[in-house]
Nanobody, 119 residues
Framework: QVRLVESGGGSVQAGGSLRLSCAAS????????IGWHRQAPGKEREVVSA????????YYADSVKGRFAISRDNAKNTVYLQMNSLKPDDTAVYYC????????????WGQGTQVTVFS
């Protein structure tokens, strides 16, 4: 199990930006994928973006391409999600999660951080 702690959520006006952080407590994450998920009220949880810790291969959902950017700091064991041009539809609880590469399911989850975008 990898312990994950998110931070950086908050309230922002549409068009604004926020940066989420996810600090992971693990020695070697090179064989892991770290993903940002979100869940809005009444909606299913969805993967927003993900990155392979070792190679830095990234994935973005179509709904956030060109607006969100995922990055990682190996020295700090931290993954960031820079969110720009935010829309009210981006309002959700955002979670980071990890899984070993090749796993279908994510195995460790953070506690979540609320992002609210108002118009």
């Amino acid at each position: 199990q990898v312990r994950l702690v998110e931070s950086g959520g908050g309230s922002v006006q549409a068009g604004g930006s926020l940066r989420l952080s996810c600090a992971a407590s693990a020695r070697n994450l090179n064989m892991y994928v770290i993903g940002w998920h979100r869940q809005a009220p009444g909606k299913e949880r969805e993967v927003v973006s993900a990155v392979t810790w070792g190679e830095g291969i990234t994935y973005y959902a179509d709904s956030v391409k060109g607006r969100f950017a995922i990055s990682r700091d190996n020295a700090k064991n931290t993954v960031y999600l820079q969110m720009n041009s935010l829309k009210p539809d981006d309002t959700a609880v955002y979670y980071c999660a990890t899984k070993p590469r090749g796993n279908q399911e994510y195995t460790s989850w953070g506690q979540g951080t609320q992002v609210t975008v108002f118009s």
